[in-house]
C-alpha cells in the first residue's frame, strides 16, 4: 500500500521560509510525478507545483512562481517544496500527490494522495 506523508508545515510570519517534506512509502517514486496542491478554508484544491520523474520539468501556479521550489530526491523516496517569501494567501493545508505517467497540474490525475500539512501565513 502506498503511502505519502507530509511535514514541515507550521505557522510562521510574512516573509518567512518553509521547507515541506513528502516521504513515500509502499513504491519507488523514480519513475513517479509528484505534485503538491494546497486548499484553503472554503476554496477548491489548487496546484501548486509539480516536478516530472527525471527532475528536469517542473511547473508552477503563477502566484507562487519565483517564490517556491519543488525537488526531488529519489534515492530517499521524499519530494520537497521549498517556500520562500510566504504570504498571507499561501495559507492552506499542502498535500503531496503521486501520478503514474506524464507530469500534469490536474489534481484529478493523480492517484495517491498523503493527508496534508498546514501551513498559516500571519501578516
Known amino acids: 500500500q502506498v503511502q505519502l506523508v507530509e511535514s514541515g508545515g507550521g505557522s510562521v510570519q510574512a516573509g518567512d521560509s518553509l521547507k515541506l517534506s513528502c516521504v513515500v512509502s509502499?513504491?519507488?517514486?523514480?519513475?513517479?510525478?509528484m505534485g503538491w496542491f494546497r486548499q484553503a478554508p472554503g476554496k477548491e484544491r489548487e496546484f501548486v507545483a509539480a516536478?516530472?520523474?527525471?527532475?528536469?520539468?517542473?511547473y508552477y501556479r503563477d502566484s507562487v512562481k519565483g517564490r517556491f521550489t519543488i525537488s526531488r530526491d529519489n534515492a530517499k523516496n521524499t519530494v520537497y517544496l521549498q517556500m520562500n517569501s510566504l504570504k498571507p494567501e499561501d495559507t492552506a493545508v499542502y498535500y503531496c500527490?503521486?501520478?503514474?505517467?506524464?507530469?500534469?497540474?490536474?489534481?484529478?490525475?493523480?492517484?495517491?494522495w498523503g493527508q496534508g500539512t498546514q501551513v498559516t501565513v500571519s501578516s
Open positions: 500527490a503521486l501520478l503514474y505517467g506524464r507530469v500534469t497540474t490536474v489534481a484529478d490525475e493523480y492517484d495517491d
Open positions: 509502499g513504491r519507488t517514486i523514480s519513475r513517479c510525478a
Open positions: 516536478i516530472s520523474w527525471t527532475g528536469v520539468g517542473t
